[in-house]
């Protein structure tokens, strides 16, 4: 299952959310997860996660025509024996080599080898983000209650809708839900006409003292309202129940896209 991560405005807390939306479902006994850094300009995923990517999706795409299980695993950086990220390059300027086509192929072999691949993506409708929402089972486009972010999130609702991605493949999800001189809620859902999948509090000494020591706070803080509302999220958008069935008597479903 594809889990692609999305905003159509910086600075909302994105990151921190499918970094540790990707650790929670970890968690889970006998599942696999892997992580692909899709902002390839200046994707921050080692930072968050305190890991040391010898290698990247830049030095991945150089092998795209031979992917087999051994070689993409080669390219991945392990959190931890369950969790592996692939890395958004190291330099900026290798952000250009990687193209839509080589992230459809990549992600199209992690889906084969991993229970959950959670996509973070660059604020912006190029190729590549394009590429990851297209192969994603679902997307979460994460908001905040500024006026210009939810300005941002309507047009990027309605750029999804003219791709075809129907209401149940796109969830909104709602970041520093209770944040000082916000705007209300009900009103946003009413601009949006969609409704919020999970609220995730704010927590700033929490969530900034994650960011900056590399630790997710879904592992040092768990029993927070911020923790516990990302392993709801978990729960929505990877059922467990739903994982015991699968495994039982039919593989993974899929979503049909248009356009």
């Known amino acids: 299952r594809i889990i692609s991560v999305f905003s159509s405005k910086g600075g909302v807390g994105k990151t921190t959310i499918a970094a540790n939306l990707a650790v929670a479902l970890s968690q889970r006994p006998g599942k696999r997860v892997a992580m692909v850094d899709l902002d390839l300009q200046f994707g921050d995923v080692a930072l968050f996660l305190n890991i040391l990517p010898r290698t990247t999706i830049a030095d991945a795409i150089l092998d795209i025509d031979h992917l087999d299980e051994a070689t993409v695993s080669s390219y991945l950086t392990s959190y931890n024996e369950r969790f592996q990220v692939l890395a958004a390059p190291l330099r900026p300027e290798q952000a250009e080599n990687v193209t839509g086509a080589h992230v459809g192929a990549v992600l199209s072999r992690l889906r084969s080898l991993y229970d959950y691949i959670v996509v973070d993506t660059a604020p912006s409708f190029d190729d590549t983000t394009i590429a990851?929402?297209?192969?994603?089972?679902?997307?979460?486009?994460?908001?905040?209650?500024?006026?210009?972010?939810?300005?941002?999130?309507?047009?990027?609702?309605?750029?999804?809708?003219?791709?075809?991605?129907?209401?149940?493949?796109?969830?909104?999800?709602?970041?520093?839900?209770?944040?000082?001189?916000?705007?209300?809620?009900?009103?946003?859902?009413?601009?949006?006409?969609?409704?919020?999948?999970?609220?995730?509090?704010?927590?700033?000494?929490?969530?900034?003292?994650?960011?900056?020591?590399?630790?997710?706070?879904?592992?040092?803080?768990?029993?927070?309202?911020?923790?516990?509302?990302?392993?709801?999220?978990?729960?929505?958008?990877?059922?467990?129940?739903?994982?015991?069935?699968?495994?039982?008597?039919?593989?993974?479903?899929?979503?049909?896209?248009?356009?």
């Open 132 to 259: 990851a929402l297209d192969a994603a089972d679902l997307v979460l486009v994460v908001a905040a209650l500024d006026l210009p972010t939810i300005k941002n999130i309507k047009i990027g609702l309605e750029i999804m809708q003219s791709l075809g991605y129907g209401e149940e493949k796109v969830q909104l999800v709602l970041n520093r839900a209770n944040s000082e001189g916000g705007l209300d809620t009900h009103e946003v859902e009413a601009s949006l006409r969609r409704q919020f999948l999970m609220a995730i509090p704010s927590d700033g000494k929490t969530i900034v003292n994650s960011v900056n020591k590399g630790l997710p706070f879904v592992v040092t803080h768990p029993e927070t309202p911020a923790a516990q509302r990302i392993f709801a999220l978990a729960d929505k958008v990877a059922p467990q129940d739903i994982d015991i069935q699968k495994a039982a008597d039919k593989p993974a479903r899929r979503f049909k896209f248009f356009g």
